[in-house]
T-cell receptor, first 108, second 114 residues
Framework: GIQVEQSPPDLILQEGANSTLRCNFSDSVNNLQWFHQNPWGQLINLFYIPSGTKQNGRLSATTVATERYSLLYISSSQTTDSGVYFCAVVRAGTALIFGKGTTLSVSS | DSGVTQTPKHLITATGQRVTLRCSPRSGDLSVYWYQQSLDQGLQFLIQYYNGEERAKGNILERFSAQQFPDLHSELNLSSLELGDSALYFC?????????????FGQGTRLTVV
């Protein structure tokens, strides 16, 4: 099946710093989503982005489907950004397949 | 609030027991998915239902089963529970199939088997 690899596995930042999270996938996909799992375990939708670039406040994402990767940018990070960021992809006939996530810790 | 409702939020039960987890999808969504999140296995897809019919199966154990009812809510039944079944169980829903639509997740049911 399709492999989804996220990097880095862990990231420690000071408040105000910027970061880039990467998601590589091993085959073509129909759908790609980014999620934030907060410390209470909730999975929050960040982006639905099978291709192209989207921005939402301090967060933006870019997916280059032809090169099989997606990037999530977090600017001016805040302590509330802490948690685990997941990339998940779908190929035809399957459900969302998740990467192992990037654990982000932002300290004040 | 994603619009996907899962009950109960927490469940503690003994080994060998059977439990039922419930999921109400977002209004209008026809697809329901179940996922298991454990520390060692990450987020694993279990099973998908679309408009009442089983659509796809992932790594779901034979001791687990699910169904989607005519009102589109879904239930995940876990039987002969083992300590290793302790995990966070998520339900997700989407309007059609996630190949082309965005999926939204409920808050999860945290199952502890003692």
């Amino acid at each position: 099946g399709i492999q989804v690899e996220q990097s880095p596995p862990d990231l420690i930042l000071q408040e105000g710093a910027n970061s880039t999270l990467r998601c590589n996938f091993s085959d073509s996909v129909n759908n790609l989503q980014w999620f934030h799992q907060n410390p209470w375990g909730q999975l929050i939708n960040l982006f639905y982005i099978p291709s192209g670039t989207k921005q939402n406040g301090r967060l933006s994402a870019t997916t280059v489907a032809t090169e099989r990767y997606s990037l999530l940018y977090i600017s001016s990070s805040q302590t509330t950004d802490s948690g685990v960021y997941f990339c998940a992809v779908v190929r035809a006939g399957t459900a969302l397949i998740f990467g192992k996530g990037t654990t982000l810790s932002v300290s004040s | 609030d994603s619009g996907v409702t899962q009950t109960p939020k927490h469940l503690i039960t003994a080994t060998g027991q059977r439990v039922t987890l419930r999921c109400s999808p977002r209004s209008g969504d026809l697809s329901v998915y179940w996922y298991q999140q454990s520390l060692d296995q990450g987020l694993q897809f279990l099973i998908q239902y679309y408009n009442g019919e089983e659509r796809a199966k992932g790594n779901i154990l034979e001791r687990f089963s699910a169904q989607q009812f005519p009102d589109l809510h879904s239930e995940l039944n876990l039987s002969s529970l083992e300590l290793g079944d302790s995990a966070l169980y998520f339900c997700a829903s989407s309007p059609t199939l996630t190949e082309n639509t965005e999926a939204f997740f409920g808050q999860g049911t945290r199952l502890t088997v003692v």
